[in-house]
């Protein structure tokens, strides 16, 4: 589905384009919704005076414009200039230009004025035209709204609307309202960032025995890790203002918009110093330069380039920080890093058990929970998930709460939350048939292996109800305190996810086993290479034999092609098919001499569509010895 509506977005460019064009000349402001300003000084309805451009140039040279607002494609502008004979006031003046030179760009940036270029309006003598055009615009409009929506391709047809349109140049909050007791699971950091609210509290802590005031700190960590959330409780700690810009909104189409928008930005900050300046996704602008397929990028170039220059020009303690986040700081062009720039590093990490449990509490505040309910298992629960996550989790389970027309938040909730959020959402189970067996035998193959190899985590349920993509699932349960992998669990693992297949194959036979599987032995195939190629665990030895550039197109090296002779590339290969073979032959081997306790699981399963971890341990053992799993259960003392 979502493949067609690509296609059709695709197919719909041109036609898209021809539209944009029309509904420009025919001054529609409900298709192009001017978010900016700009209306409000547009040249019509504001008494300006006028000037001719030769005068306008001189102004320019004598340094007495101070911005430039320029229209109708470069048509006329209005341009604010100080009157020296009139006390240095400023007035507006309308100027008619010849149509948007580079040099006049050039110009304007080489002096330094601010200056934005506003979307084209009216051409009235077009109308006339367009009526009798008027139905079949529609129509394509229509279908292009259409297709918009459902196409997040960049470059496609939903990027070229937006060509030219202003947007909002940065955020201001006078108050945040956050504080360091929102903020949870990420002590380390706040410890570090604890600083900086005193740097803009009592700067003269620090200035009066001739400490140098940081000016720039580099946020690093993976989304929804809290970054933006700490950056607030500074400001808002601190009791500063917060000023913020995402790194994408640099990036324009039009040139010099970017490094003007981070001049404005620090203006604005500097008449409201002491504040607090946040650049979200800094990757996005501070990006290597000179990197990248096609060569360097000469905007995003010239918006780093000003916002360095920016960084530079202001004394150590004028009183603003600036904050940047990323979760590519590999990526970051080292000038960003030098001395004096953003040279303080803190990083934002994804919360381990404690740092989710408090998480989970300072998100339950304003929540009804059962009383049964423990955050303790929930934080158990959830390894891998970020605060974002866990903020999503509780409201989510509040809302399955409300759905059920219950009181408060239950074990329940909660359980089909963390489901819901890493697996998507309930579907319809199958009916009984061909197709819900084969699943079942599919699934009960990997609880099996999961269960009868020692190395293997625990199941934690098998299930029938499809959600998202998945028509059948086995949850295991991760050791969480647990770093670091060994080559045993690592080859549990693909015995585990080979299971599934494994009892396909024996069941049905060769013949029928289905796509199912194609998940599974995508995982298999990554992670039989990793353990040759990265972890040295194949009689090839400890070697590393591939990097982890994968991302050519962004990243700094342009092509880290690996050192690897063919010889080597074919070994690997040879190692990896050698390592899948010999695991499968071990599982069809256990799930061949687990049949019986096979057809029983699957009758069981089939009937109640969902077994639990003990539930299926339980009839297991009926049929065979389980081996013990060790585990380090984590403790907790809070
Ligand atoms: P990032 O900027 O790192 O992507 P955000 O700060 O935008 O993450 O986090 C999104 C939301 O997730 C926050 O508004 C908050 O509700 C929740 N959240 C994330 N991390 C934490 C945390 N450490 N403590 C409390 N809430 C958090
Ligand atoms: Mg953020
Ligand atoms: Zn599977």
């Known amino acids: 589905m979502n493949q067609r509506w690509r296609l059709l977005a695709l197919w719909l460019l041109p036609i898209g384009m021809t539209a944009v064009l029309a509904w420009q000349l025919l001054g529609s402001s409900q298709l192009s919704p001017d978010t900016s300003n700009a209306t409000s000084i547009a040249p019509k309805n504001t008494a300006v005076s006028r000037m001719s451009y030769g005068r306008f140039l001189d102004y320019v040279q004598d340094g007495r414009v101070t911005s430039v607002d320029i229209f109708d494609g ?21 100027v008619d230009l010849p149509g948007l030179a580079p040099e006049l760009i050039n110009t304007l940036k080489e002096e330094g004025i601010s200056f934005d270029i506003h979307p084209a309006k009216t051409a009235p003598p077009a109308l006339g035209i367009l009526g009798n055009l008027l139905f079949p615009i529609i129509l394509i409009t229509g279908l292009i709204l259409l297709a918009r929506r459902s196409s997040s391709m960049p470059g496609g047809p939903g990027q070229a609307m937006q060509f030219g349109k202003t947007k909002a140049r940065f955020a201001m909050e006078a108050e945040t309202g956050v504080k360091f007791d929102d903020v949870a699971g990420v002590t380390e950091a706040k410890q570090d960032l604890q600083e900086v609210v005193t740097f803009l509290k009592q700067p003269e802590r620090f200035t009066s025995v001739g400490a140098q005031i940081p000016k720039g700190v580099l946020l690093v960590g993976p989304p929804g890790t809290g970054k933006t959330l700490l950056a607030k409780a500074i400001a808002g700690e601190a009791d500063v203002p917060f000023f913020s810009l995402s790194g994408s909104e640099f990036v324009e189409m039009f040139v010099g918009v970017g490094a003007s928008r981070v001049r404005d930005l620090f203006k604005r900050a500097k008449e409201n110093s002491p504040c607090l300046i946040f650049i979200d996704e800094i990757d996005a602008v501070g990006r290597q330069r000179g990197a990248g397929i096609g060569g360097g990028n000469d905007e995003r170039e010239q918006t780093l380039n000003q916002l360095l220059t920016e960084m530079d020009g202001f004394e150590g303690n004028s009183g603003i920080i600036i904050i940047a986040a990323t979760n590519r700081p590999d990526v970051l062009d080292s000038a960003l890093m030098r001395p004096g720039r953003f040279d303080r590093q803190v990083s934002v990490d994804p919360p381990d058990i404690k740092g989710r449990l408090s998480i989970l509490k300072v998100h339950s505040r304003n929540k009804k929970l059962e009383a049964s309910l423990s955050l303790e298992n929930i934080a158990r629960r959830t390894p891998g998930f970020t605060g974002a996550d866990l903020a999503n989790l509780l409201n989510e389970a509040a809302i399955l709460t409300a759905r059920r027309r219950k009181e408060s938040i239950g074990l329940n909730e909660i359980d089909d939350a963390v489901d819901r959020i890493i697996a998507g959402m309930e579907g319809q189970p199958l009916t009984d048939g061909r197709s819900k067996r084969l699943i079942a035998y599919h699934e009960v193959g990997h609880a099996l292996i999961g269960t009868l190899v020692k190395d293997h985590d625990p199941v934690q349920k098998v299930t029938l109800i499809p959600r998202g993509q998945a028509k059948g699932l086995t949850w295991f349960s991760p050791d969480d305190e647990q770093m670091l992998i060994s080559r045993g669990q690592l080859k549990a693992r693909i015995m585990g996810a080979l299971g599934g297949r494994a009892a396909e194959d024996v069941v049905f036979g060769r013949a029928e086993v289905t796509t199912g599987a194609g998940g599974d032995i995508q995982q298999v195939a990554s992670m039989a290479r990793q353990m040759v190629t990265k972890f040295g665990m194949s009689d090839l030895g400890p070697m590393s034999l591939e990097g982890d550039s994968q991302e050519v197109f962004l990243g ?22 050698e390592m899948v073979k010999l695991c499968y032959e071990e599982t069809l081997l256990i799930v061949k001499n687990q049949r019986e306790a096979m057809d029983k699981l699957v009758e069981i399963l089939v009937d109640k569509e969902t077994i639990d971890g003990d539930e299926f341990r339980n009839i297991l053992s009926e049929f065979t010895l389980i081996p013990d799993k060790e585990r380090i259960t984590p403790i907790l003392n809070t």
């Open 74 to 94: 470069g048509r006329n502008a209005v341009v604010e200039a100080i009157d020296p004979d009139l006390d240095n006031r400023v007035q507006r003046i309308r």
């Open 556 to 577: 700094r090296d342009l092509m880290t092609r690996s050192d690897m002779s063919d010889a080597i590339a074919k070994q690997i290969d040879e190692k990896v098919r």
